[in-house]
């Protein structure tokens, strides 16, 4: 099993909905992750948490919410969708108690959409 | 502030030819530094990364990659590319020393493989 799954895979939207991504992970990591990818663009983060009081703004974080339900989930809002959000987001952990702890661990991807 | 630069956004190269995908960085600590690979419709995947000690680091899939502090590069090569290498590839610096920060992508260099 992998372990860092994101749901949905794909999805396709309209603009103004509100949409939610969600991420798990079973490495036990505290750090987790959201970026997303565009063509040429490479990664951009969007927001990123360090434990489950701790979530911070990246690069990106207008038009986007996040929520850290519990350690292993961490999940992703667009509250109110527009096109230019449509993207591949990825989620990510890594364990900085480590001494590579920089190192990443990435989901498979979400494809959204929106139309 | 951390920075990285891929120099080429694509490198075509032929079956068997060498392979150099090249990175450059700006950091003002030393400089954690990570590759990673992206195959069609998937994450990304860490292929080798440098932290500290030999500046010669060897990955995976044959790949291996040198820190030259002087030239603040870490270019990526391989002797011999074989079909499956055709994918995205990233390089990564830690945006804070040591293993507590952020990682900072590059745009991506998409290596492509022809018979």
């Known amino acids: 099993d992998a372990d860092v799954t994101q749901t949905p895979r794909n999805r396709i939207t309209k603009t103004g909905k509100r949409i939610m991504l969600e991420c798990s992970q079973t490495k036990g990591h505290d750090r987790m992750y959201w970026y997303r990818q565009d063509p040429g663009l490479g990664l951009q983060l969007i927001y990123y948490?360090?434990?489950?009081?701790?979530?911070n703004k990246g690069e990106i974080s207008d038009g986007y919410s996040v929520s850290r339900q519990a350690q292993a989930k961490f999940s992703l809002s667009l509250e109110s969708a527009i096109p230019n959000q449509t993207a591949l987001y990825f989620c990510?952990?890594?364990?900085?108690?480590?001494?590579?702890?920089?190192?990443?661990?990435f989901g498979p991807g979400t494809r959204l959409t929106v139309l | 502030a951390q920075s990285v630069t891929q120099l080429d956004s694509q490198v075509p190269v032929f079956e068997e030819a060498p392979v150099e995908l090249r990175c450059n960085y700006s950091?003002?600590?030393?400089?954690?530094l990570f590759w990673y690979v992206q195959y069609p419709n998937q994450g990304l995947q860490l292929l080798l990364k440098?932290?500290?000690?030999?500046?010669l680091v060897k990955g995976i899939n044959g790949f291996e990659a040198e820190f030259k502090k002087s030239e603040t590069s870490f270019h990526l090569t391989k002797p011999s590319a074989h079909m499956s290498d055709a994918a995205e590839y990233f390089c990564?610096?830690?945006?804070?020393?040591?293993?507590?920060?952020?990682?900072?992508f590059g745009k991506g260099t998409k290596l492509s493989v022809k018979p």
């Open positions: 990564a610096v830690s945006d804070y020393g040591g293993s507590q920060g952020n990682l900072i």
């Open positions: 440098y932290l500290s000690g030999s500046t």
């Open positions: 948490s360090f434990d489950v009081k701790d979530i």
């Open positions: 950091s003002s600590v030393p400089p954690y």
């Open positions: 990510a952990t890594s364990d900085p108690g480590q001494p590579d702890g920089n190192e990443q661990f």
